[in-house]
């Protein structure tokens, strides 16, 4: 994989690019602050960025959010210290395909990089389960602003029920439904765009609001 990476400390970048090298992914990039990872994005255009919150000038959420909205097919990992749950949602609400935290082992870590290559969420279980939570909170907005699942189709429900049920890869589910995957991702879109949600945990927990299961 061709990665960015986006710390400001210095000896963390150096650990972890050797770490990504000995593993066979390219490190196109290193960027010290949220700004300077947004114009590397820009233009270096890396498969993934891993982006730690906490930086001078422009923090992690706020380059998340921007470069979700610019440069969807770029995926962001958050890779952190901070176990704050509300870091934590945050991040995930502004686009990020995962937050890992900085103490993880190797193998784990690459791992979780793995699924979210693979366009799963990259959350370790403990982290996954209080996302999920949160988002099966009932929100404080009125309940006419959520887009209710009638403006989805037949078969746009089907994906959001088997979403529930963990099935997240566009390999599984073109597989359950025995469909291609560019008709998942086609699906998935329209999913996000009718819903005005920004991934795909935002449309799980959206499900598990509405109580939508198979």
Known sequence: MR?????????????????????????VGEAHNGREAVELA????PEFVLMDISMPELGGVAATRLIAAEMPEVKVVI????????????AIKAGAQGYLLKNLEADE???LLDRAAAGEPALTPVLARKLLQEFAKPHAEPK??????DALTAREVEVLQLMVESVTS????????????????????????????HNRAEVVGYALRK???G
């Open 144 to 149: 006419a602003m959520e887009v209710e699942p």
């Open 79 to 90: 890779l952190t210290a901070s176990d704050q749950d509300e870091t934590l949602f945050e």
């Open 170 to 197: 566009n390999r599984q589910l073109a597989k359950r439904l025995d469909v291609s995957e560019n008709t998942i991702k086609f699906h998935v879109r329209n999913i996000l765009d009718k819903l005005r949600l």
């Open 211 to 213: 109580k939508i299961s």
């Open 3 to 27: 990665i960015l990476i986006v710390d400001d400390h210095p000896l963390f970048r150096d650990g972890l690019r050797s770490l990504l090298q000995a593993q066979g992914h390219e490190v």
């Open 109 to 111: 870590f690459f791992a």
């Open 42 to 45: 820009r233009t270096l255009r």
